[in-house]
């Protein structure tokens, strides 16, 4: 039995302001984390040498041009001349194959697809325009909105976007349910996340 939305149910068209479930596409999903295995593996393969003393923290941005979905409210707040603040939370949307090829166990993505959600993961069906890879795989045109790894983008970048689609208000509660789940004091134990992205 599934839990989650069926997939005609989580998109609808934009309205003419960025708002809470906007998805955009070419976001560039930047964060800095402390430097991994992955990481440095990379970093190393780009330098063509092993550093004496590499840099504990990386800049790290995946993919570079990123589909995104805005977490945080906006219309709510803004005012006739604009928005009240500048800045959007989004948090990265990818396809739910490209993190089972990170080590995502593969019973774990059946619970995403089945449930909606898991630990930080928020189920999304393929967005519109975004030319799925074809794979026939079992995960193929499933995606997910990986709330444990969100970031703050300006709304001059998003300006600068194509924005793709909006969540439905029945996709926008979910949304609001799990992000409440990432940043409560409950938050889920997402170690094992690390290196996905």
Known sequence: MSFRLTSNEYFETCGPRTAQ??????????YAAARSKI?????????GHQDEHPPDWSEWTNPVHSVAVVCNYTETFADKQGYRHPYRLIAPVMPLDLLVSRK?????????????SSSGLFYLPEPPGQGSTKSG?????????????????LQDVLDQRERV?????AARRD???NLINVVSPYYPDTSDLTDLL
């Open 21 to 30: 479930g906007d998805i955009y596409q070419g976001i560039p999903c930047t």
């Open 39 to 47: 990481l440095l593996a990379e970093h190393e393969a780009h330098e």
């Open 104 to 116: 995502l166990s593969k019973e774990e993505a059946r619970r995403i697809i089945d449930q909606g």
């Open 137 to 153: 795989g079992e995960f193929e045109s499933h995606w997910v909105a990986c709330l444990f790894r969100m970031t703050a983008v």
């Open 165 to 169: 689609v909006r969540l439905t208000a």
């Open 175 to 177: 949304l609001v349910a």
